[in-house]
Structure formats: structure tokens, C-alpha cells
């Protein structure tokens, strides 16, 4: 054991020894020298956040004009039939819009990304089952205070704005297996391999607070309306600060599916419970034709109920939230990164960049489209 002691502080007095002539030889660099070496540093860190951006922007615009294409096509099939197929019905547009999204869209960002060279892997700390837990809360909560804040800037838009009504009539009318598939499975596991791992394994070497910041800004703009944007900026920047620090994707994927299920699916079928609706995953129409009966009144009580405590539970973890962020607030630290970014100089490296401007030009194009 005292070998092994003294072979560990003999490596630790040879880094420190290390790190000091390295800073005795920038010292002694003339200030001339220090100052291109640092311009040039400056424009490789734009140059990585503007190729991200342009990355964003690529799977924005070919996810729109990938689900105009469809729309073309089904809607000419669909009068070709005299609308016998109903490929555009609601669960038809669900349809459209992941097959463009993570089918389409995906794979071109993913190879565009190959281009682009990671420059940093996360920590890699164990958080374990209670972290877990913690950030699940915390995500709750953040998700009913986002929502609040989407649906109050909402009641501000004008009668025909197709945002917050439209996604809610979509839910609301989709077949609940295709809701299933596409929010709680394919929409975590597409989103959290783009904006936390494939990004962020970009951008982590420039700074954890950059990473994190830059990846709950796209993730939030990506979803191209105000009654969406709050929540998934706040929840972007949980699971982002997660996966730099845990490495484990699989945490974030897991969190959104839980988050997605309960809030787009569960609340979904919920509602249309208490609108008498006994169709849901067709449990209740098999009972009905076993027994006999009529369960209507019976599911509207049961969804009612479910609903209240619903809601009871989402205050609850607003409460936690902001309590378990109190308690561990002295324990949210981000690392500076090899490169980390020259005070007074962040902003403009990171956001005032082409990539980033265009990307956030057209995610606003799309705002005001849904507004």
C-alpha cells in the first residue's frame, strides 16, 4: 500500500509540475502572441456552436418540408380514394409527423453530425436510483410550471392559432396506440440521442454550462410553439446537466419516456374518460361485452378521479422541486472544459454565430407560424 501511496503522489507532484511550466510558458509568450493564440481560439469555439446550429437548422427545415411532401401525397391519394382511407385524419398527421421527424429528419442530422468532432466525454459520476428520483421530481414539477406558462401566453393568441388547441385535438383524437408509439417511445429515445448525446458530446469541451445551455435552448426552440417552449427549456437544461454529468443517455431517454407517457398519453386518455369516451386501449369495450353492462358512468368517475390526483401529484413535485433544488443547490457545479470560453465573451461565442442566428430565425419562423 505504501508503494502504491508514493508511485500516487509521485504522478500527482509530476502533473502539478507539469501544469506549471506550462503556465510559466504561456506567461513568458509575448502578449502579442497570447492574443492571436486566443483569436484563434475564439473562432474554432463560433465555428463548433455555428456547426451545431447549422445542424439544428437541417433537421428543422427538412422535418417541415419532409411533412408538407407527405401531406401533398396523402392528400392526393386520399382524393384519389374519395377519402376512403382517411390518411388524413388526426392519427394520420401523428403519423406523417414522425415518420418525418425521426425517420427522415433524424438520420440526415445524424450524418451531418459525423462531420462535425467531439471534443469531450461527460464525468461519468453514479448518481444511482436517487438522483434518479431527485430529477424525476424536479422534471415533474418543471413540466406543470412550464406548461402554466405556455398555456397563459397562449391566451394571448389570435382565435386561428394553430399551436396549443391544434396539438390538444390531435392527442385527443389519435388512435392511443399510435400516441403510445410516437410520444412515449420513438419521440424520447430520437430526442434524447440529438439533443443530449450527439450534441453535447460536441460542445461538453468548451464548458459544461455551455453544453447544457445550448442544448435546452435547441431542444425547447424545436418544438416551434410557445405553449411547448417553457417546459422543454426547462426540462432540456435538467436532462442536459444529467447526461454531462452521469454520461448515461439511457437516464435522460428513460425520464422523457416517464414524462411523455404520463403527460401525453396517460392525461390524454384520462380526458377523454370524463368526456364518456370507454375507448382507450379497448379494455373497457371487452369488459362491456363480457359483463353487459355499461361502464360510461363508471369511467367517468374513475377518470375524473385519476385526474384530480393527477393534478395532486404535479403540485406535489413542484413543491419537491423546488425544495430538492434548495437543498442540493451547493452541488450544481459546472466544469470550465479543455477550451473553456473567455469571460465576457460567452454570449457572443455561443449564440452570435450564423448557425445558431439561423437557427433560431427559423424556429421563430415556425413560432409565428403556430401563433
Known sequence: MDLYRRIDETMEKNRAALEHAQQNQWEQKPVWEKERQEREMEKRQRAQFSNIG??????????????????????????????????????????????????IAFPIALALLQAIPKCKEPSGESWGAEGFLV???????????????????????????????NLEGLLMSSNVWVNLLCTAVLAPVVEELLF????MDRLLGYGEWAAVLVSGFMFGMAHGNFGQFFYAFGLGLVWAYMYAKTGRVSFTIVLHMIFNLMG??????????????????????????????????VVIVVSGMALLGY???MVGCVIGGITLLIVFRRKIKFLPGIWPIKKGRRF????????????????????????
Open 196 to 199: 443530449r448525446k450527439l450534441l
Open 135 to 165: 430529477v424525476l421530481v424536479i422534471s415533474m414539477g418543471i413540466g406543470l410550471v412550464g406548461n402554466l406558462l405556455g398555456q397563459a401566453v397562449e391566451l394571448f393568441k389570435p382565435a386561428s392559432g394553430l399551436s396549443g388547441e
Open 264 to 297: 401525453g398519453v396517460m392525461v390524454t386518455e384520462l380526458l377523454k374518460g370524463l368526456d364518456g369516451d370507454t375507448g382507450g386501449f379497448g379494455i373497457i369495450p371487452f369488459l362491456e361485452r363480457i359483463c353487459s353492462v355499461d361502464l360510461s358512468q
Open 311 to 313: 393534478i395532486l401529484l
Open 348 to 371: 457572443r461565442t455561443v449564440f452570435f454565430n450564423p448557425g445558431m442566428i439561423i437557427y433560431f430565425l427559423v424556429c421563430v419562423m415556425l413560432f409565428v407560424l403556430s401563433w
Open 54 to 103: 447549422l445542424v439544428g437548422t437541417a433537421f428543422m427545415l427538412v422535418n417541415l418540408v419532409a411533412q408538407i411532401g407527405m401531406v401533398v401525397c396523402m392528400g392526393f391519394i386520399d382524393g384519389r380514394t374519395a377519402g376512403a382511407l382517411h390518411l388524413l385524419s388526426n392519427t394520420g398527421l401523428m403519423f406523417i409527423s414522425a415518420v418525418s421527424m425521426y425517420l
